[in-house]
């Protein structure tokens, strides 16, 4: 028997496996698009079913623009996973450029540590962050989520992004340097480019988490002029009645930038993980 007839059942096998995972993983965000576009009885009487001429109807959009200021609160998202992702790509690639590239007493404990923020989450100092946006005045401003959302990625881009930098040739650092490049222009030239693919799955890592979150925009941000896309949704969310078409509309709309960041970034996502895995 050949190789390639004792590997079939084991690909079928595999394939079936990440099939059932995927139709798993995407059944909740088709669910919610599908119904998003579905009046409130098609909703409740058929939800597993697509929109029909008699079910389908618009109101949850229209009810999500026209209540409220879901795109300020769409802009505030924006503003927040943007300015987050700089910081934590920027920073987090100069420590594990640090890290990866110069030898000194404690680079090792340093990584450590580091990698600890991984293992705990930040909800736990939740009130110490409290305490601390208070007393610097930055309740209810977007640099408090920017701040908690840049330390709460740090330690996952510096634990992914040091592994890679390893792998960047010496010799080709050392060339620039015999040619009097700075350290700053060897970083930003020579290996930024080559570790392109792992920013890029650092983004999508550090991106989802921020994106999605209610926690701290609704304990650090929660005024009107810096809730985010999340919180906002809460609006539609009642003691007695829940307005369903506007809820499933705004996440709908929230899932968007999450789909259209992986189409842009599919590539590199899976060039970074598996070059990661491959050595």
Known sequence: MSTATRSLP??????????TYTAIALFPVILVIMNSFKSRAGIFGAPLTPP???????????TVIGQG??????????VV???????????GAMAAFALSEYRFRGNTLMGLYLALGIMIPIRLGTVAIL???VASGLVNTL?????????????????????????????????????????YTIFFRLVLPLVRPSMATVAVFTMIPI?????????????????????GAQLFL??????????????SLAIMPVLILYVIFSRQLIRGITSGAVK
Do not use: C
Not at 150 to 167: C, D, R, Y
Not at 238 to 246: E, L, S
């Open 10 to 19: 084991r690909t079928i096998g595999a394939h079936a496996i990440l099939l």
């Open 52 to 62: 029909t001429p008699g079910t389908f109807d618009l109101i949850g959009y229209t």
């Open 69 to 78: 200021d879901f795109i300020h609160y769409f802009q505030n998202s924006l």
């Open 81 to 91: 996973t943007v300015a987050s992702l700089f910081f934590v790509l920027l920073f």
């Open 131 to 133: 305490q601390l946006m």
């Open 143 to 183: 640099t408090a989520l920017i701040l908690v959302y840049t330390a709460q990625g740090l330690p996952l881009a510096v634990f992914i992004l040091s592994e890679f930098m390893k792998q960047v040739s010496d010799d080709l650092k050392n060339a620039g340097r015999i040619d009097g490049l700075s350290e």
């Open 211 to 231: 994106w999605n979150d209610l926690w701290f925009p609704l304990i650090l941000a929660p005024s009107e002029e810096t809730k985010t896309v999340t919180l």
């Open 238 to 251: 009642g003691q007695f009645v829940t307005n369903w078409n506007a809820i499933l509309a705004a996440l």
